[in-house]
Structure formats: C-alpha cells, structure tokens
C-alpha cells in the first residue's frame, strides 16, 4: 500500500477526495507550495503547519546537486532532514535539467547537464531519476519525462512523447526492484536506527505502533529539534506517477495518456503545459487530456498557475496543483487580494494603513498595514519576503478551502 484515494464527493467534473500517504491525509483538490530546496523560502515549517500545508513540493534536481542525494538518505529521508512529518512530492528533476542546466545531451539513455551552479557535469535517465526520488523518500515520486518545448513541430512532439514513453516503462520498472530502499521503510529503518543507537543520537527514530495517519512532531524529544514521525506499515511504499506528454496536440494527449495508463501508475500527471503557450490553449489541452485519465486515479496538473486558474482547473477534475507563482511573486512584492493584485512596492502605499487583504485571515493581515509592508519591501528586509510569502500562501490554501467546500 502505498496511497490510497479517496473520493468523497463530486460535482460535475469537480471531485472532492483524501489523498491517505504515508505521511498523513492530503485533502483534495490541493495546491501544493513548493519548497525547491527542502524550503518554501521564507518560511518555517512550523508555520507551513500552522497555515494547514499537507503536502508540499520538492526539487529533485537542486537536491540532487546540493546537498546531494546521499547526504539526505543518510540522515533519514527528506522529511527528518527538514522537519517535515507530512506529505511530500518530488518532481524527477527532468523539468529542471530542461529549463536551468547549460550544454545538455539528450540521448534514449538519459540526460548530461552541467550543473547551473558550478558546470560539472551531471547524468539523469529514468534509473538514476528513481534512484533520487528514493533516497530522498517522498511520498509520491515522478517518472522521468522529457518536457517537449513550445512550439514544435508535429514530428518532434511525436518523437518526445514516444521517449516519454519508454522513459516511463523504465522508471516504473527500476522502482518496482528499488521501491523498499526508501529510508522510512521498516528494514531501511531498522537499519538506521541500529546505526544511530551506537553513536547515542537518541530513540527518535524508533518505529511506534499508531502513528498513521495522524502526522505530528510526536517523536520530539526534550533537548532535540522535532523529528518527523514515521510510518509503522512495513508494507508501505512511495507512489510513483506517470506524465502524460504530447504537446499541444490532442489526439497525442490522448495517446500518451492510454499507453500511460496501460503502463500503469498510482497517480496520472499532465506535463508540458506552461511552457509559454497561451493560457487558453492550457486550458483546452488540459480538458482535453483528462477526459482519457482513469476517474479512480488522482491527477495532477504541474506548474499552474494563478488563483482564478486552480479554481478552473479543479472544477475541470484536477486533484493537486503546484506553482512558484505566490511563493515568488511574494518575493518580488507581488500579493494577491480579494480585491486583486496589489504591487507592494509603489507609492501609494506608503501612508495606508489599512490591512493588505480586509478579508484574509492570515497572521499578516490581522497585524500589520500596507504602509509597512511597503516600507519593508522598499527597504529591502528579510522580513519583508517572509510576510509577503505568509500572505500569499494564505491567499491560495484558502482559495483550495473554498473551492472544496463548494464541492
Ligand atoms: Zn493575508
């Protein structure tokens, strides 16, 4: 077992489900705030908890390159590395290699980038792909896919999404024979915990019976940082999901998405969108694709997109969402309001005192003005980014909340 889908309700195309993980319940449909480098920047994981986060995304590629896969499998997995006892997704890092990395070569093998950080050079292909996602253990793992670019040209979106394809074969095998390496496993864990007891770290990272479901900072110990919980299940496994391709053409949306699934995932996602194309053409590729997705599956809808977009993309069946847009916007002092974007940075604000958002709820709002958020932001502190981060996120998790309540 290793997630389990729940739907609850439906309406229309829309559906309400619980996404059960081995690191507690996601509710569904969720944006998940992304967290590149084990970090949604700006922001602590106690307040992540604090603002109703159940699962946030992280960055294959960048962990890949630093800290490095094995220094987080060794101390335990992604989530007792950064102190984050629930749900996490982990992209394949393909996307990355594609859009920061110089000099790549793609062959049927895999992929050499440089590294946008120092130029060594680096390869991913579906093995090693899975091989990361692994070691880092999040809950739910992406099979390595080549994201077409846009435009192209109707042979080579055919030539990628067949790629995709095999790539996808592969990644579904090599996890199938790797799949009880993840560090949370019982005998990974076991094995850690025999290490850790000779150097008399503590017991926090004893396996206890009951703590399913009910993610919390349970194994805190007096003198330590919280430690993530961990799952008690050794039948419990990561979930690997496929990527339908096909650029911006239907009948091959269509056609990645049935020998996707004749593959067979856990969870179906729809890649190669937001890559430049108009948003309309987003949208109609996206509608377009999911009426081939099996009703029973969650699916995800990478990269998207801005507020009034997750509301339509839920309504249109989507499950889980990601996007840098409110954690980066926030950070460049751009806030989304009920009222609608507000840049922070200009004039106007300087002497108003009113709260950024009259009707957001969040700890930003209730405390301090705009007059204040704009001196922040002009001045140029850290404070600034955080608060502006707090915000936005607030702003996105609560449009999620309605839009599950209205289903
Ligand atoms: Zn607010």
């Known amino acids: 077992m290793s997630l389990r889908f729940e739907i609850i ?15 507690g319940e996601v509710e569904t449909p969720v944006f998940m705030p992304v967290g ?26 960048h962990l890949y390159l630093r800290p490095g ?73 992406m099979a390595f896919d080549e994201c077409t670019e846009y435009p192209a040209e ?62 919390k900072f349970a194994e805190q110990s007096s003198a330590g940082p919280p430690r993530a919980a961990v799952p008690t299940k050794p039948e419990q496994s990561q979930a690997l999901f496929g990527i339908v391709q096909g650029g911006m053409d239907p009948a091959l949306r269509k056609e990645s998405a049935e020998r996707t699934i004749e593959i067979g995932f856990d969870g179906y996602a729809i890649g190669g969108l937001s890559v430049g194309e108009p948003r309309a053409l987003t949208r109609e590729i996206v509608e377009s694709t999911i009426e ?10 990478m990269g998207v997109g801005t507020p009034e977009e997750i509301v339509e993309y839920s309504k249109l069946g989507i499950d889980m969402m990601d996007c840098v847009l409110p954690t980066r916007a926030a950070r460049h002092g751009l806030l989304f309001t009920s009222g609608g974007k507000i840049s922070i ?40 980014q955080v608060l502006n981060t707090i915000h936005n996120l607030t702003y996105y998790l609560d449009t999620m909340r309605r839009v599950r309540h209205s289903i």
């Open 9 to 23: 309700k439906s309406s229309h195309a829309a559906r309400r489900s619980t996404l059960h993980t081995p690191h």
């Open 69 to 141: 896969i094995d220094q987080i499998r060794k101390l335990g997995g992604l989530h007792r590395f950064m102190s984050w006892p629930r749900a996490i997704l982990t992209d394949s890092g393909g996307f990355q290699v594609f859009s920061l990395s110089d000099l790549r070569n793609v062959t049927e093998e895999g992929v050499t980038f440089r590294s946008h950080l120092d130029g060594s050079s680096h390869f991913l292909s579906p093995e090693t792909a899975i091989e990361a996602q692994i070691g880092l253990g999040a809950d739910i793992i």
């Open 154 to 215: 109707a042979s080579r979106i055919r030539e990628s999404m067949e790629m995709t394809l095999r790539w996808a074969a592969r990644s579904k095998r090599y996890f199938a024979d790797h799949k009880s390496e993840v560090p949370w496993n019982r005998s990974q864990l076991s094995a850690v915990s025999s290490q850790q007891n000779q150097i008399h770290v503590g017991p926090d990272v004893h396996v206890r019976a009951g703590e399913r479901g009910s993610p």
């Open 292 to 301: 081939h997705l099996p009703k029973d599956k969650p699916r995800y809808l």
């Open 36 to 61: 590149t480098a084990a970090t949604v920047k700006g922001v602590p994981q106690d307040l992540l908890d604090q603002l109703g986060v159940q699962i946030l995304l992280s960055n294959t590629y």
């Open 345 to 384: 940075k200009q004039a106007r604000y300087a002497g108003d005192e009113r709260p950024l958002d009259p009707s957001c709820s969040c700890q930003v709002c209730r405390r301090y003005s705009r007059a204040y958020l704009r001196h922040l932001y002009a001045s140029n502190e850290v404070l600034s």
